[in-house]
């Protein structure tokens, strides 16, 4: 997912000082080439420079803020958010300064302060396209998104021109199920700009949108241009691939995919062997039981929804949380989170510091996820936590919530692999940049798979995609069952739910009845060869 700041606030120079300022004539002309590097972008300087200013006069307000601001940009959020808070009571009514504090807090994961100093941006600055950018943005990823579509429309009256609001209110109008005016939201930044990576690749991953030779020629136009980032070039590639599969032309789109995939692996590190040593480790921790519960009823409310991506998880979602009782989160990110927290607490990696947590240990953070959790039970009693890494934590998630329950989603092997190709995914998901790891991962995930399920039956479902939709309602009653959950035909009507899906290239499918017609690896014959003999040999293939 990209982060707030991307597009971030024009965060510069600070109001004037409440009174006179005086400093030695070497703080002034550190300052002087800290605010010169900052005008260049050359961030890393001007983060030397503003140290070295802090060095001699360590509470100079001016320096104070603008090392938070270049610390922004480089990603140290918990350093610039010790930088702003340090100054808000300087300049407590300054909007980019709010501004920043918010995008910090968002990134360390403290959101509600986050937008309440979003918020307070644009009571100070109503007038700051910025200011309500920011807070559209925040908004968004939390899904409140009729509120973000409101912020980012305001930013766009304030300046028509501010392209990062047209792609974010693209993106929110999609989540919410306004495909069409999606469409035109992303046409709209593509009249604009008619190289725009980002408004081609949003408009691909609608997966609604067929092009035609003219997108095409925009395309190949587009990725002539000299110094070409590595980041747009994989967005362009990835859309005229896509274009080319509208064309017909399988061979040509395959051979596209492949060089972007080639240009992300170089990008993008996975460990292929520590992610298999990962696997076997945690197949011998869990095969010992962890502590009988101390509350055999703790998180009766959560029902975990796991797999890899483009299995069919996103539409298993939006079928329970078309349930009355069941709100859907989306993707969070709070048990990843958790345990990872646990992991450092302990100073060793997860699984090995299992077999020395106790039952008061798997309570506590059972306790803890669900209070991080509690938002998704505001409206209806029950939540569903679809994550795509959360295949790996099935056992610690019952340990700690051992009245979960957990929907594992998988889909025909060959199409997953093809499907995780296609993708372009965030910087977390190296493995889909090459078939041969790619069906590794995907052997790994099967192999963990069986083992939950073998060793939890009646706390883990294995759905199969290829099941559901062939015949959806005794699939659906059976998942509800298993759930606990009365059947409700609302749930066979899933298309017709209006809620956030935060999952871009599933937001449009989910809003479609269920269709049979979703292989594709025919299409592309002997280019999957060494991928199906691979699957094979593992077993995952009968034929």
């Not at 200013?53 to 509470?59: E, G, I, Q």
């Not at 889909?432 to 009646?458: G, H, Q």
């Not at 069952?481 to 499918?509: I, Y």
Request: overall charge neutral; proline content about 6%.
């Amino acid at each position: 997912m990209p982060q707030v700041s991307n597009a971030v606030t024009s965060f510069t120079e600070p109001p004037p000082m409440p009174g006179p300022q005086p400093r030695s004539r070497v703080s002034e002309r550190l300052l002087t080439r800290a605010r010169r590097e900052w005008a260049q972008r050359e961030y890393e300087a001007a983060e030397r420079s503003l140290s070295s200013v802090l060095a001699l006069a360590p509470n100079d307000p001016e320096a104070v803020r603008m090392l938070g601001g270049v610390l922004l940009r480089r990603g140290k959020y918990a350093k610039a958010l010790e930088c702003f808070r340090k100054v808000l009571d300087v300049w407590p009514d300054d909007d980019d300064l709010r501004i920043g504090l918010g995008i910090a807090l968002y990134e360390q994961g403290q959101v509600e302060e986050a937008v309440m100093h979003l918020r307070r941006a644009c009571e100070i600055a109503p007038a700051s396209a910025s200011g309500w950018f920011n807070l559209g943005e925040a908004l968004a990823r939390e899904a409140h998104t009729e509120e973000a579509i409101a912020a980012l429309q305001r930013a766009l009256q304030l300046d028509p021109s501010h392209i990062s609001a047209r792609l974010s209110l693209a993106r929110a109008l999609a989540n919410l199920g306004r495909i069409e005016e999606a469409v035109a939201a992303f046409r709209e930044v593509l009249r604009r700009d008619p190289g725009n990576a980002e408004g081609w690749f949003g408009l691909s991953n609608l997966n609604t949108v067929r092009f035609g030779a003219e997108d095409a020629a925009h395309m190949r136009s587009a990725l002539a241009r000299p110094g070409l980032s590595g980041r747009n070039y994989e967005l362009l590639a990835f859309t005229y691939a896509k274009a080319l599969e509208d064309q017909g032309d399988y061979a040509q789109a395959f051979e596209t995919f492949r060089l972007a995939n080639a240009s992300r692996g170089r990008r993008v590190q996975w460990d292929a062997a520590g992610e298999r040593k990962r696997v076997d480790d945690i197949l011998r921790v869990f095969a010992n039981d962890t502590p009988p519960p101390l509350d055999a009823g703790l998180g009766h409310e959560a029902i975990l929804i796991v797999s890899i991506p483009r299995s069919g998880s996103t539409l298993v979602e939006h079928i329970l949380a078309s349930h009355p009782q069941v709100e859907g989160a989306n993707e969070i990110k709070d048990m990843r989170e958790v345990i990872e927290a646990e992991t450092l607490r302990r100073d060793s990696a997860f699984p090995l510091w299992v077999p020395d947590a106790t039952a008061q240990d798997w309570q506590r953070l059972g306790r803890e996820y669900l209070v991080r959790t509690a938002r998704w039970r505001k409206h209806k009693p029950r939540f569903t936590d679809k994550s795509l890494v959360t295949w790996h934590l099935v056992g610690a998630a019952l340990a700690m919530l051992p009245a979960a329950r957990v929907v594992i989603v998988r889909r025909d092997p060959v199409e997953t692999c093809l499907a995780c190709f296609r993708q372009l995914f965030s910087e977390r998901s190296g493995f889909a940049c090459d078939l041969d790891v790619m069906a590794d991962y995907c052997i790994d995930f099967f192999r963990l798979s069986r083992f939950w399920l073998e060793k939890y039956p009646t706390r883990v479902f294995g759905l199969e995609y290829e099941a559901l939709v062939a015949e959806p309602e005794p699939v659906i009653r059976r998942l509800l069952d298993f759930c606990g959950l009365p059947f409700d035909p609302a749930c066979l009507e899933f298309h017709k739910t209006p809620r956030t899906v935060q999952s871009l290239p599933s937001a449009a499918q989910v809003r479609q009845p269920l269709r049979r017609d979703t292989a594709r690896s025919a299409l592309y014959g002997d280019k999957l060869d060494g991928l199906r003999r691979r699957l094979r040999d593992a077993g995952l293939l009968t034929k």
